[in-house]
């Protein structure tokens, strides 16, 4: 099993649509998590950190299951510009930057 | 505004030539890191530089070498190259402050 997985999409959605990704990681003593957001050919760059409670962005929400294990990402009111493919990012120890693991990303596609 | 910059976007070079990729980060960030992205595996780290001159080896760093001579400048060498290094390099920074890692905008690598 992959220490972080993510469902691969892509998920195709229309303008206005809300959608929901979900990516699992494999240790439980994982401490923090992150979404990072990667257009085509270009660097990823952290969209939102996940915090416990949940947190919320804008149209983007953030949440933390401990108990099964995997941080989930909500988009509402789709746009276009959100057609990009998202990073779901695991620190499995405190400061440790170089344990962070990446997983493969989601693809999604907003179409009108 | 943070910048982390890449000598090539592109490059093509031949089974066994010595490649060089630099990297250049403006943060002043103590950390440093060569990522390789291949379709369907994600970020996978090569080497993490935590201050200049001290290196610390990721998960797949056979067939790469590093240099930090520099606080801004992180070099990965490829001693000899092979096809299978064919990939997007991503060179990233990170303060130390919080987990944000800046990315570079890549160098897709052709080894042919």
């Known amino acids: 099993r992959k220490e972080v997985e993510q469902d691969p999409g892509p998920f195709n959605v229309p303008e206005g649509a809300t959608v929901a990704f979900n990516c699992t990681y494999s240790?439980?003593?994982?401490?923090?998590f992150f979404w990072y957001r990667q257009d085509c050919r270009k660097e990823p760059k952290l969209l939102m950190s996940v915090y416990s409670s949940g947190n919320e962005d804008g149209r983007f929400t953030a949440q933390l299951n401990r108990a099964s294990q995997y941080i989930s990402l909500l988009i509402r009111d789709s746009k276009l510009s959100d057609s990009a493919t998202y990073l779901c990012v695991v620190a499995p120890q405190p400061r440790g930057y170089n344990k962070l693991i990446f997983g493969a990303g989601t693809r999604l596609a907003v179409h009108p | 505004d943070v910048k982390v910059t890449q000598s090539s976007r592109y490059l093509v070079k031949r089974t066994g030539e010595k490649v060089f990729l630099e990297c250049v980060q403006d943060?002043?960030?103590?950390?440093m890191f060569w990522y390789r992205q291949d379709p369907g595996l994600g970020l996978r780290l090569i080497y993490f530089s935590y201050d200049v001159k001290m290196k610390e080896k990721g998960d797949i760093p056979e067939g790469y070498s590093v240099s930090r001579e520099k606080k801004e400048r992180f070099s990965l060498i490829l001693e000899s190259a092979s096809t299978n290094q064919t990939s997007m390099y991503l060179c990233?920074?990170?303060?130390?402050?919080?987990?944000?890692?800046?990315f570079g905008p890549g160098t897709r690598l052709t080894v042919t």
């Open positions: 240790n439980s003593a994982s401490q923090s």
């Open positions: 943060m002043d960030h103590e950390n």
């Open positions: 990233a920074s990170l303060s130390g402050k919080s987990y944000e890692q800046y």
